[in-house]
């Protein structure tokens, strides 16, 4: 199987304020004042790279230095300033082979933990791994912070390593959810958990979301590995409206999956990584 994807994402703005206000008009439908946005100005790209699936030395190894290479060498050219690995990195043989390799970049790099780490047992080992990244991440990125970890999951009657954190980044707030359920199940493990319980997920996210407030709207992007509403699994009937509810905010784009950034979807091209600029 051929896993590996790469994204490049642009960030864009109105080109002034001004423009933004000037172009206004009221709806004949309803009566509302619509506003028209000028012409967007570019601020800033930052590559995703999804699904690297390193479990040793061998061809996903190789694909994933394929990346780092590709990336280092256009990072100039698409204004590239941070690059996220959104999940599913390494487990088994695989955690200081990816480590070393996503090491190479010169670019500030986001490590995102995913289910196949979970579900070999490999939490604590990602955790350990990835950490001294996490404390360079610190000094390199904006407000960078991270959950306590371990934390109890009363849910599976033991320690959980949720990789829970936010930074900022040119006005927008990140935030990277661990949504990744913690059973141990070829088809449940596939499915996302809001980890509702102290020191879990989503009262951190909810605090997260709160102290954004004084953030422009659509200024929020939410990084996971696994989709919410999308995929083999997806969130009780329950929880996906409580997420809908948190996350249907000004602050957020319109929809609650628009900006949220997830993937379990693995692409790779016979000439190198896949890339898109959006």
Avoid at 134 to 160: K, Q
Avoid at 168 to 186: C, K, Y
Wanted: proline share 7%; aromatic share 8%.
């Amino acid at each position: 199987m051929r896993l590996v994807s790469l994204l490049i994402l642009a960030g864009c703005s109105p080109d002034s304020p001004t423009q933004k206000e000037a172009d206004t008009s009221l709806s004949e439908d309803s009566g509302t004042r619509v506003i028209e946005e000028g012409p967007l100005e570019h601020q800033f790209s930052i590559a995703v790279v999804a699904d690297p699936h390193v479990v040793g030395p061998g061809e996903h190894a190789d694909r994933l230095n394929a990346a780092v290479d590709w990336i280092e060498e256009h990072a100039e050219e698409l204004d590239l300033q941070l690059v996220v690995i959104l999940g599913d990195i390494c487990w088994n043989d695989g955690f200081t082979i990816a480590h070393d390799s996503l090491n190479r970049l010169t670019l500030p790099w986001v490590p995102v933990m995913g289910d196949n780490v979970i579900q070999t047992g490999g939490e604590a080992t990602f955790h350990s791994t990835f950490h001294d990244q996490m404390d360079r991440l610190s000094s390199d990125l904006e407000g960078f912070s991270m959950a306590p970890a371990p934390v109890y999951n009363p849910e599976r009657g033991h320690d959980s390593w949720l990789q829970n954190f936010s930074f900022s980044h040119n006005g927008l707030q990140f935030i990277s959810a661990d949504w990744s359920s913690r059973e141990v199940h070829p088809l449940w493990g596939e499915t996302p958990d809001l980890h509702n319980f102290e020191g879990g997920t989503w009262p951190w996210l909810t605090e997260q979301l709160a102290a954004t407030t004084d953030h422009k709207d659509n200024g929020v992007v939410l990084l996971s590995h696994m989709p919410l509403f999308e995929g083999p699994g997806g969130l009780v009937t329950e929880e996906a409206e409580q997420a809908v509810s948190l996350l249907s905010s000004p602050r957020m784009p319109s929809g609650p999956t628009s900006r949220a950034t997830s993937t379990s979807t693995h692409r790779w091209t016979g000439n190198g990584p896949e890339s898109k600029s959006t």
